[in-house]
């Protein structure tokens, strides 16, 4: 089994920063790679970035050029750099990971709990 921890929401001012961290543990042989989502209240959960285990990196076109996302291999950990935030990125923020639990898994995707990140003044 895999266990996702994640940290870092709040509450934070339009234009203000946030740093969310997802740090994973347990049955790991290999990431193969790790991403946040959002979802706001009555509306689906969407992509926000992609991290693959070679670095390459994705993002939501609404968050280009403000969050970035980065991993630091060794820890397992994911993180999320948000910058100059919005009122719209009001929601629940999601930690995904694909994990290769053995050398034979062809992997497992695991889910987050969650962690809330209000934009408001």
């Known amino acids: 089994q895999v266990q996702l921890v994640e940290s870092g929401g709040g509450l934070v001012e339009p234009g203000g920063s946030l740093r969310l961290s997802c740090a994973a543990s347990g049955s790991i042989f290999s990431i193969n790679h790790m991403a946040w989502y959002r979802q706001a209240p009555g509306k689906q959960r969407d992509l926000v970035a992609i991290?693959?285990?070679?670095?390459?990196?994705n993002y939501a076109d609404s968050v280009k050029g403000r969050f970035t996302i980065s991993a630091d291999n060794a820890k397992n950990t994911a993180y999320l750099q948000m910058n100059d935030l919005k009122p719209e990125d009001t929601a629940n923020y999601y930690c995904?990971?694909?994990?290769?639990?053995?050398?034979?898994?062809?992997?497992?995707?695991?889910w987050g709990k969650g962690t809330l990140v209000t934009v408001s003044s």
């Open positions: 995904y990971v694909h994990v290769r639990r053995t050398r034979w898994d062809a992997g497992v995707d695991y």
């Open positions: 991290i693959t285990n070679a670095g390459d990196t």
